[in-house]
């Protein structure tokens, strides 16, 4: 749920990327990073194991400016599904508390999809993943403000979209196609949840 601070003028939305090992996730907040100006863009934060290679998570606070007399604040995380964040024990270990940590108070979630062909089994197990954690800290993915990202169009093999859609997106959200690395459709896709969300807000009655 965002947070809205009346004192400030300010509204914090938490948006959460998702998707399977190497989907593109990280390469998105980078992108956004690196492709806004040092006077909205605040850092970004990437947490990674020791080897350097996996990330426990990534977060990058994101001016999105005004909405109705209200500064738009949004944070952003990306969060690996894979076993060890979500099985590790004991219970009071890190890696079991990061997603429900990440996941308090979130306000909507991008799905990173990797479109080659290798990868669809891949997406569509980590997709469900993803719905069950959301469902399991007391979400409902088909409530919750969601747009679909394929990403990697540029590689070859890879699916088309439409078969994509027929298996990740069957409730027809907000889709967008991407080559994160190289920026191409990354902010698009965030407008896209940006939207949803500001839609969201658009009749609460506190916003004024």
Excluded: W
């Amino acid at each position: 749920m965002a947070f809205t601070n009346t004192e400030t003028k300010e509204i914090h939305c938490k948006v959460i990327y998702f998707g399977c090992e190497h989907s593109g996730k990280t390469a998105n907040l980078r992108s956004i990073f690196n492709s806004t100006s040092a006077e909205i863009q605040s850092g970004l934060l990437e947490l990674h194991d020791d080897s350097g290679t996996t990330s426990y998570f990534d977060f990058l606070p994101l001016s999105m400016g005004q909405f109705k007399s209200f500064h738009l604040k949004v944070h952003l995380f990306t969060l690996p599904l894979n076993s060890l964040y979500l099985f590790t024990l004991p219970l009071n270990s890190l890696f079991v508390t990061i997603p429900t940590v990440i996941l308090k108070g979130v306000d909507g979630f991008v799905f990173v999809a990797d479109s080659r062909i290798e990868c669809l089994a891949d997406n569509a197990n980590h997709l469900s993943k993803c719905k069950k954690l959301l469902l399991d800290n007391g979400y409902s993915a088909g409530q919750i403000p969601k747009v679909i990202q394929y990403n990697k169009r540029d590689m070859p093999g890879i699916m088309p979209v439409e078969i994509l859609r027929q298996e990740l997106n069957p409730g027809g959200a907000p889709d967008f196609e991407s080559v994160a690395i190289k920026g191409i459709g990354v902010i698009e896709t965030l407008e896209g949840l940006a939207k949803l969300m500001t839609d969201k807000l658009e009749n609460s009655t506190h916003l004024q």
